[in-house]
Nanobody, 114 residues
Framework: QVQLVESGGGLVQPGGSLRLSCAAS????????LGWYRQAPGKQRNLVATITSSSSTDYTDSVKGRFTISRDNAKNTVYLQMNSLKPEDTAVYYC????????WGQGIRVTVSS
């Protein structure tokens, strides 16, 4: 069973940057389309960005031009570089396949506040 471990979150001021990482156990990682999701307090979990096995990417409108998703198949890891962060980016961030099929990890909290 695949296990997902997210890391790299924290508290950052508006306009700052963070890089999230998500390490996955198990094989065949490179075959899958992956996604980053986020859940703000009191709201549902939403898709933020995806990356295919050939590294084609897509983003929700609110993060286009600010966030970059990437992957390192040799390390079974997917990344989310987040720049120009805004308070509305505050959420718990998760990675998973897209569509979701793996058990969720614990997520990583990102707080954007001055």
């Amino acid at each position: 069973q695949v296990q997902l471990v997210e890391s790299g979150g924290g508290l950052v001021q508006p306009g700052g940057s963070l890089r999230l990482s998500c390490a996955a156990s198990g094989s065949m990682f490179s075959f899958y389309r992956l996604g980053w999701y986020r859940q703000a307090p009191g709201k549902q979990r939403n898709l933020v960005a995806t990356i295919t096995s050939s590294s084609s990417t897509d983003y929700t409108d609110s993060v286009k031009g600010r966030f970059t998703i990437s992957r390192d198949n040799a390390k079974n890891t997917v990344y989310l570089q987040m720049n120009s962060l805004k308070p509305e980016d505050t959420a718990v961030y998760y990675c998973n396949r897209h569509p979701v099929t793996w058990p969720w990890g614990q997520g990583i909290r990102v707080t954007v506040s001055s």
